[in-house]
């Protein structure tokens, strides 16, 4: 059976575009592939977070991919930091892994950016990649080699898809650069080359309420999945708009299409065609139109978030459900290292 594995940092609360990028599709899949969910603890220690908040925040999403419907009786659920392998393979895989093509990395050079202009104070419009001023910045090794302990964390259980957004579709591209020259600098067959899982659809980017960009933690744009309906009305009400369809048929500008990529999530096709045939003639008025897309996302939302409390707060569950994911996901990791340190050349005495 092939092998589907994927990963959320636990960086603060989940939002729709990791719901829709990734968590409804690893729920969907489940019955279908033998597969390894996971919490990317150690991906979150770039920015340093208080140790009080490094363990709350796994637990926060442990509870929100829970509630979200991951079934641990289906799928293995594990707390990245829990496989000590992947930290072995990730030492390996960064043996292979060249400084010019890690720096040409979009991720990086727009951590770097976003670093600069929180240090300096400045919009990110003013901020380049390119000058060496960057003195006393957070722009530490592992944000360089995020791409490698991804590539650890798939390589790891020689994973075959990937469900992810479209966000991390260069990171994917990296872990089959390093699959392929594991392979052929030991030769051996060891990694399979993984794909990205989407559904037929292509990989999808959630937008952000503020006009353009994805919706991220970082940009402060996002719904989460534990907003309650009064603060998710309040967010969509407040979304950026323009001034109307200037004629039939008018080009759509990019904030109106992000609340109907929304739509088109949330709601009912009919309801998308109501509301595209009432921007083509000119009608649309926007008020209706974040009014339906609020009710519909509060519909999508309310069923998680009623779960996500009661979750979080059994210490018992979240105990028998990361003992046994550790359990079943270091049991497969070790496997592949076995094969991995035989064909580096590893032997004991
Ligand atoms: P992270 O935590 O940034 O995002 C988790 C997942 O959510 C998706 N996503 C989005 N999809 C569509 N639209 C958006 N606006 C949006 N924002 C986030 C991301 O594509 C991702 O699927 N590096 C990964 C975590 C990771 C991982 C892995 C994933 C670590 N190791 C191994 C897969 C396999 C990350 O930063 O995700």
Redesign the pocket.
Known sequence: MDIV???????GH??????????RNFVKIQDSYRCFF?I?DL?SLTTHPHPDDFHANVRIILSEYLASGLDPEKAVIFV?SDVPEISELYVLLNMLSYKGELERTT?FKDKVRLAKAKARNKPLNEISYDDHDDEGININAGLLT??V???S??LAHR?NF???????EQ??EY?RVLARRFNNTYGCDIFPEPRALDFGSG??????LDGSG????SQGN?IYLCDDDRTITKKVMKALTDSGPVGPDSPMPECIANLFTLLELVSAPDTVDYFRGKWRDCSIRYGDLKKQLAEDICNTVRPIREKIDSVYNDDAYLHRVTGEGREKARASASETLALVRKAVGFKSF
Do not use: C, E, W
């Open positions: 594995l994927s990963g959320i940092r636990s960086t989940l939002h729709l575009g990791n719901y829709f990028g990734a968590l996971f990317a991906h990245q991720s995020y791409p302990l991804m590539a964390d798939i994973s990937v469900p992810v957004g479209k966000d991390q990171h994917l872990a990989l999808i980017r959630v937008p952000g994805k919706m991220g933690k996002g």
